[in-house]
């Protein structure tokens, strides 16, 4: 539940927060996934500690039975959210493509797909974006990343794994969304990337 201008509900499994968070509350929409770490502050109610993220998929109920399971380390997930590591073998050898368009995003997939030989991930601009929105509605990322992996074919390492499933993931957040008024992730991340700089 969002209490607008004054913080979240947030569930995890069997257990409920209540986070005072004004600026979660103008971010999080009912049925959102949040990935962070809170804190208790007395009386039940809790604040997010820095390096949080709003999840750009919503979890299906699969996924939210098993939360407490895919707890992320703290320090971890604080520098990934701000790309950088603290050895140099953990620092990725992949660029994260960020596009401006679906079409852009397309054309990266398609270009990189030709250059390996991979025609299976050729695709219509259409094609990925029915795709994209079929697993959207259904709340399954899952769905998604299988049916690319499945495209994708045998790999020879870790690396291309992530450069794929990186090429995969700037599609589906530069699709447009329906139910978020034809905004894409990207352009929903700037509008809050804008506001916590007032």
């Given amino acids: 539940m969002v209490r607008p201008g004054k913080g979240v509900y947030l569930e ?63 320090i971890k997930l604080e520098r990934f959210l701000q790309q950088r590591a603290s050895t140099a073998e953990e620092r990725p050898k992949i660029d994260y493509p960020r596009d401006n368009t679906l079409e852009e995003a397309v054309v ?38 299988k049916k690319v992996m499945r495209w994708v074919g045998i790999v020879s390492s870790l690396d291309d794994v992530n450069k794929w499933l990186a ?9 447009p969304q329906p139910d978020r008024g034809g905004k894409t992730a990207y352009e929903m991340g700037r509008q809050f990337d804008n506001r916590a700089g007032e």
Wanted: glycine share 8%; net charge neutral; proline share 5%.
């Fill in 12 to 74: 995890l499994e069997d257990e409920e927060f209540e986070v005072d968070s004004r600026i979660l509350s103008n971010v999080l929409y009912k049925g959102d996934a949040l990935c962070a770490h809170i804190m208790p502050v007395g009386l039940g109610r809790w604040l997010v500690c820095p390096g949080w993220l709003v999840w750009p998929t919503r979890l299906g109920p699969g996924i939210r039975s098993r939360l407490k399971k895919l707890q992320l380390d703290p």
């Fill in 108 to 145: 990266r997939m398609t270009e990189a797909a030709q250059v390996e030989g991979k025609k299976s991930l050729v695709h219509s601009i259409e094609e990925w974006k029915a795709l994209v929105l079929a697993c959207m509605e259904g709340n399954d990322l899952s769905k998604f990343i």
């Fill in 167 to 175: 090429l995969a993931m700037n599609i589906w957040n530069a699709t």
